[in-house]
């Protein structure tokens, strides 16, 4: 019987399940995780516990090289839930498997899920509406640095708009960008081009493991961030708009006396 495919938002973590996305990933026959796109905080065995079955892991290759070929085997056999942290659909990978879902016939629902995007700007009691386009900091490849953030936040800050820069990761090489590999980058960048863009001085906020216990949410000039320890990752980076309204200014003092010890 073909089943039809859930792609749930996982949230930030374990925690941030949905009731709707337990219920239905409790329902289904076979359960996948993404971990390709994001990490979903929180013990495997606590995901389990909750669904009360098991799950597989699916990375790049299973996602993109091989098109979801495992999901949907798995469709031909009765309902698959996929899980993506975060919101559903914010990875252009899977509005590909959606769309190739439909293609083949099968019924399709998608269920949000508490986004690193949106959650980020609310812990750090910055205004959502002055929230610019979003870029993602990569590492050097082949000794070529990806240049596209540093015009991201150029562009926002002309605007007078925060600039939300995801960092990248590798779930499966366990590769974390942090806080410091990100300003390290922006700086390099900034000696290279040399716009006054980006400064020591200039205003960010540096989140780390948002949704678990030990998050942290510091507020602080890039010069300050980039010698602090943030602890484990995934890391987030908001380099804020160049005037902030007052508001945000006091929040900002209360988040970082509440989560930057």
Do not use: Q, W
Not at 82 to 100: C, F, K, M, R, Y
Not at 150 to 158: A, F, G, L, M, T
């Amino acid at each position: 019987m073909r089943g039809r495919l859930y792609i749930i938002g996982g949230g930030i973590s374990v925690d941030y399940l949905t009731i709707k996305a337990l219920n239905i990933i409790k329902s289904v026959k076979n359960v996948f995780l993404d971990g390709y796109t994001g990490v979903l905080l929180g013990d495997g065995e606590r995901l389990s516990s909750l669904v009360g079955k098991g799950y597989r892991t699916l990375h790049r290759r299973d996602l993109e090289e091989l098109n979801g070929g495992e999901i949907f085997k798995a469709l031909e056999d009765g309902d698959v839930a996929l899980i993506s942290p975060g919101d559903a659909l914010i990875a252009t990978t899977h509005v590909n498997i959606l769309i190739e879902a439909r293609r083949r016939g099968y019924e399709v629902e998608v269920v949000p899920g508490v986004s690193i995007v949106s959650s980020s700007i609310s812990a750090s009691g910055l205004m959502i509406y002055k929230l610019g386009k979003v870029a993602t900091i990569t590492f050097p490849k082949d000794g070529i640095i990806y240049e596209y953030p540093y015009d991201v936040i150029k562009e926002n800050s002309s605007r007078n708009l925060h600039s939300l820069l995801l960092l990248e990761i590798d779930v499966e090489k366990k590769v974390f960008m942090t806080v410091k590999d990100a300003i390290n980058i922006l700086l390099e960048i900034e000696k290279s081009r040399g716009e006054g863009v980006i400064s020591h001085n200039r205003l960010a906020v540096g989140i780390s493991r948002l949704g678990s216990d030990s998050m942290k949410v510091c507020p602080g000039g890039l010069g300050e961030l980039i010698n602090m320890d943030l602890g484990e990752p995934p890391h987030t980076l908001i380099v804020t708009s160049p005037k902030l309204h007052f508001i945000e200014e006091e929040a900002l003092k209360v988040i970082k006396d509440v989560y930057c010890r």
